[in-house]
């Protein structure tokens, strides 16, 4: 009889509790993605988390004007905060500082975007031209208008002396910088000019992220310009407009370039905000400097848990 070739039988492939084939046991966690993270972790503990500990103890301790430590005091630096001359003037120039500055930022960027969002010659060279205010260095911006305002050659009041509209240069009249009522508003202006790139672009965004069979189906309805505006544009940008009043709202009420490049919160501290304050407080009181940061840091802390929200809600939507 001819030999019948035997076969093997069958490789049994072992496999772990998990299944995983070649009995390979699960690995345990490693450290090693710490190797990675770590230095981030240890440049935010140094340059942030360190800083905000440092100034919520000074805020609590008696500091002299040399800088030695005479120990705990409590509430006294804040107290003292609280009693100064200004202080109440201050914190209502900061409110309308950051309420004007935000509205009307938002106001312009509202119609810029929707210009931006028509097609028309010339609208991709407009898109970049408006980065530009953005992407230059917003202390550069405000020295910039600081001179172009200057009470004798400033650009600006020579050519309203031109026209006829300004008497004569070097007055008080044309000490624009040199008015506290008058500074303000010119650096509200440049504050608006700065922000609008961004809020405008965030706008933008919103704007072309509303679908078109919406306008479609109003205009099936016999739905008007104004009334498709208010009832369908106005809500579906909704989250993107609290978005960006939000960021808009934290980056004024922290501005401080703008401030200091023009006026430096002068004169005395008739046009600065609490951010301007807090740094001028620091020739006279380093610990009353330091309760200022940290009722700075509070307001920032509610802004950013009402941006956190926000956005939480945006995605909300979007899925």
Not at 51 to 60: D, K
Not at 240 to 263: E, G, Y
Not at 267 to 290: C, H, N, R, W
Request: proline share 7%.
């Amino acid at each position: 009889m001819p030999e019948t070739e035997t076969q093997p039988p069958p490789a049994v492939i072992r496999t772990s509790p998990t299944g995983a084939p070649g009995g390979t046991r699960r690995q345990r966690p490693t450290l090693t993605p710490l190797l990675w993270i770590g230095p981030a972790v240890l440049l935010i503990a140094g340059v942030v988390l360190l800083p905000v500990v440092l100034m919520f103890r000074t805020a609590f301790h008696h500091i002299d004007a040399i800088g030695f430590d005479h120990g705990w005091v409590g509430t006294d630096n804040f107290e003292a905060l609280l009693r100064e001359p200004a202080f109440g003037a201050i914190v209502w120039r900061t409110v309308v500082w950051v309420v004007a500055v935000v509205t009307l930022t938002m106001i312009c960027s509202l119609a810029l975007a929707q210009l931006f969002h028509q097609n028309f010659p010339g609208r991709r060279i407009a898109r970049w031209a408006l980065i530009a205010p953005w992407a230059a260095s917003v202390f550069m911006t405000a020295v910039v208008f600081r001179w172009m305002l200057d009470a004798r050659s400033g650009v600006i009041n020579v050519f309203l002396n031109d026209i006829g509209l300004l008497p004569e240069l070097g007055t008080a009249q044309a000490d624009w910088l040199g008015r506290p009522s008058v500074a303000l508003w010119w650096m509200v202006g440049v504050a608006v000019f700065v922000s609008i790139p961004f809020t405008t672009y965030t706008i933008l965004a919103g704007l072309q992220s509303i679908p078109g069979d919406v306008y479609e189906a109003a205009y099936l309805d016999g739905a008007r310009t104004w009334r498709t505006y208010r009832s369908i544009t106005l809500p579906l940008l909704r989250p993107a407009l609290l978005v960006a009043v939000l960021i808009n709202i934290m980056n004024v009420f922290n501005s401080f370039p703008i401030i200091w490049a023009m006026t430096a919160g002068g004169p005395g501290d008739q046009t600065a905000t609490t951010t301007v304050f807090m740094y001028q407080l620091k020739s006279s009181s380093i610990a009353e400097s330091a309760a200022m940061s940290v009722v700075n840091f509070g307001i920032v802390i509610v802004l950013v848990g009402l941006f956190l929200r926000a956005s939480h809600g945006k995605s909300q939507v979007q899925s």
